[in-house]
């Protein structure tokens, strides 16, 4: 049932504030190393035709949603277990990062992984002009429209950083919704949380870190990470079937 299909009206976002990703594309800090709280943009897509920012999903379903910022292929077994498990993971990737193993990608894929955009290079885009945050958005459509063949709408920002200018272009290359998160799921296996209790709650969006080399491995993290959902009452949703 998709009660929980999100509402533009600024009732359904939660205030999100800034997450930031460390090295790379996808290493996401924790909450001591977050920077000053970045206001998202209240009622979006309100008579300008923007899209709103969520970390999280207004719902009544029992769900939380799992996001991963390129680095899935460095884990071999990973395409297993979203096979064997049935997980409707999101991949948010990036051209330059996750283009030499778009063959890796396409095997999540077939196995119901959802690909969606993280730009072209990782280039942080608040402040860039329009111009250029319009490059990096609709040129990784372009990229993943033609070797994939579906077209994105759901888009993250590099480092969970944005501006207005970052809504418009994104809007324009046909983003439905800006994706952050309230959770992450760290190398070590640990849960952190962007602001509220440190708790999951139907509607959340987690973030999983990619592998580090003193790590643990991300189909460990994400089979220990089921086990805590479903300890909770949760399941994993699709998140394409509520943004």
């Known amino acids: 049932m998709r009660r929980g299909r999100f509402r533009p009206a600024g009732a359904a976002l939660a205030a999100v504030p800034l997450a930031v990703l460390l090295a790379g594309c996808a290493q996401l800090a924790g909450p001591a190393h977050h920077p000053a709280a970045q206001e998202p943009v209240q009622g979006s897509g309100q008579g300008q035709g923007l899209p709103p920012v969520v970390d999280h999903v207004r719902t009544t379903d029992r769900?939380?949603?799992?996001?991963?910022?390129?680095?899935?292929?460095?884990?071999?077994?990973?395409?297993?277990?979203?096979?064997?498990?049935?997980?409707?993971?999101?991949?948010?990737?990036?051209?330059?990062?996750?283009?030499?193993?778009?063959?890796?990608?396409?095997?999540?894929?077939?196995?119901?992984a959802s690909l969606q955009n993280h730009t072209l290079d990782h280039r942080s885009l608040r402040g860039l002009p329009y111009a250029g945050q319009r490059a990096e958005i609709c040129g990784q459509q372009g990229k993943l429209t033609s070797r994939f063949g579906v077209r994105p709408h759901l888009f993250r920002p590099p480092h969970g950083t944005y501006d207005t200018t970052t809504l418009r272009a994104a809007a324009d290359c046909g983003s439905a919704a800006l994706v952050l998160w309230r959770a992450t799921l760290?190398?070590?296996?640990?849960?952190?949380?962007?602001?509220?209790?440190?708790?999951?709650?139907?509607?959340?969006?987690?973030?999983?870190?990619?592998?580090?080399?003193?790590?643990?491995?991300?189909?460990?993290?994400?089979?220990?990470?089921?086990?805590?959902?479903?300890?909770?009452?949760?399941r994993v949703g699709r998140l394409e079937d509520y943004l």
Do not use: N
């Open 186 to 234: 760290d190398a070590d296996g640990e849960l952190t949380y962007t602001r509220g209790d440190h708790r999951l709650h139907p509607g959340d969006i987690v973030a999983v870190d990619p592998d580090r080399p003193t790590g643990i491995g991300l189909s460990t993290r994400t089979a220990r990470l089921l086990e805590e959902i479903e300890e909770q009452g949760l």
């Open 63 to 112: 769900v939380v949603f799992l996001t991963y910022d390129d680095g899935a292929e460095r884990d071999p077994r990973f395409t297993g277990l979203v096979r064997e498990r049935r997980i409707p993971v999101t991949l948010f990737l990036t051209d330059t990062v996750a283009g030499p193993a778009y063959g890796h990608f396409a095997r999540l894929r077939s196995v119901g």
